[in-house]
Nanobody, 122 residues
Framework: QLQLVESGGGLVQPGGSLRLSCVAS????????IGWFRQAPGKEREGVSC????????NYADSVKGRFTVSRDNAKNTVYLQMNSLKPEDTAIYYC???????????????WGKGTLVTVSS
């Protein structure tokens, strides 16, 4: 069964860090770009970061550039999102999704995880 499972969310103080993981099962991650998305209460879902199948191309939303780092370990079928200098406005449910394409993108997603909640608050 094809699945994406996120983990690593939680409550963190402003300025803190979290590392999210997205573990794929039922398919080989090597051939797919992966996107990270988030949805805050009352807001539309937005693309946060994406990484191409090879890991050579990466993109970040302006709001997280310089603070978040995406990486992948295809041998572990896992994609990571390291989040540093977290701000209250980063509070959201974070999702990873598989793209039907190999290049970094925020569209053409065919499988989604159920999400992990990140709360940034003092």
């Amino acid at each position: 069964q094809l699945q994406l499972v996120e983990s690593g969310g939680g409550l963190v103080q402003p300025g803190g860090s979290l590392r999210l993981s997205c573990v794929a099962s039922g398919f080989t991650l090597d051939y797919y770009a992966i996107g990270w998305f988030r949805q805050a209460p009352g807001k539309e879902r937005e693309g946060v970061s994406c990484i191409s199948s090879s890991g050579n191309t990466i993109n970040y939303a302006d709001s997280v550039k310089g603070r978040f780092t995406v990486s992948r370990d295809n041998a572990k079928n896992t994609v990571y999102l390291q989040m540093n200098s977290l701000k209250p406005e980063d509070t959201a449910i974070y999702y990873c999704a598989r793209s039907t394409f190999r290049h970094c993108n925020y569209y053409g997603m065919d499988y989604w995880g159920k999400g992990t909640l990140v709360t940034v608050s003092s």
